[in-house]
T-cell receptor
Framework: DAGITQSPRHKVTETGTPVTLRCHQT?????MYWYRQDPGHGLRLIHY???????DKGEVSDGYSVSRSKTEDFLLTLESATSSQTSVYFC????????????FGQGTRLTVV | AQSVTQLGSHVSVSEGALVLLRCNYS??????LFWYVQYPNQGLQLLLK??????LVKGINGFEAEFKKSETSFHLTKPSAHMSDAAEYFC?????????????FGTGTQLKVEL
């Protein structure tokens, strides 16, 4: 299995509070991604990173920010959580270049009450 | 822009029967195409991928998919379903740019295998 660890695995938080999810990899892959999974929508890209301090927005980035200060860590922050951000969040990594695949973490189930 | 359409959010087959999960894509550039499987409360696992080599791609667990450019399709098949195949399956597309692997997913197909 690809070395990807997401933390926490489960979290319940209140509306309006900030939340940070962590993704840690041991594969030294260049690219890291955050997706959210919701019924009827599949997985949608929130943000991604193509190197340390290099990040860009995905399809559903509103209300989220990210940071990558080290190759191995990619943080996703909900500045002020809302109920619409209740979801399962997946981190993924890939080596980039041609003929590569993305490996996924086990997911973080976030509930905003 | 790219998109993926998976026809049928739920598919039910009998054990031993053919599995056919449909995926059609739209992409403005030559695509990479992927099928992932997700078991309950787990992450996604790659079943197979198409990266412009052979159009018939074989994956793990006896699954295969055929890339048909004229039909913009990448359907997933398995000749004989097993109970352990029950899971959710996602088709995904990524642009052939070499700049990472930003995937656009379909909405998923839940496969049920019955005795």
């Amino acid at each position: 299995d690809a070395g990807i660890t997401q933390s926490p695995r489960h979290k319940v938080t209140e509306t309006g509070t900030p939340v940070t999810l962590r993704c840690h990899q041991t594969e030294n892959h260049r690219y890291m991604y955050w997706y959210r999974q919701d019924p009827g929508h599949g997985l949608r890209l929130i943000h991604y990173s193509y190197g340390v301090k290099d990040t860009d927005k995905g399809e559903v980035s509103d209300g989220y920010s990210v940071s990558r200060s080290k190759t191995e860590d990619f943080l996703l922050t909900l500045e002020s959580a809302t109920s619409s951000q209740t979801s399962v969040y997946f981190c993924a990594i890939s080596g980039g270049g041609l003929n590569t695949e993305a490996f996924f973490g086990q997911g973080t189930r976030l509930t905003v009450v | 822009a790219q998109s993926v359409t998976q026809l049928g959010s739920h598919v039910s087959v009998s054990e031993g029967a053919l599995v056919l999960l449909r995926c059609n894509y739209s992409s403005s550039v030559p695509p990479y195409l992927f099928w992932y499987v997700q078991y309950p409360n787990q992450g996604l696992q790659l079943l197979l991928k198409y990266t412009s080599a052979a159009t018939l791609v074989k994956g793990i667990n006896g699954f295969e998919a055929e890339f048909k450019k004229s039909e913009t399709s990448f359907h997933l098949t398995k000749p004989s379903a097993h109970m352990s195949d029950a899971a959710e399956y996602f088709c995904a597309v990524s642009p052939y740019t070499g700049g990472g692997n930003k995937l656009t997913f379909g909405t998923g197909t839940q496969l049920k295998v019955e005795l």
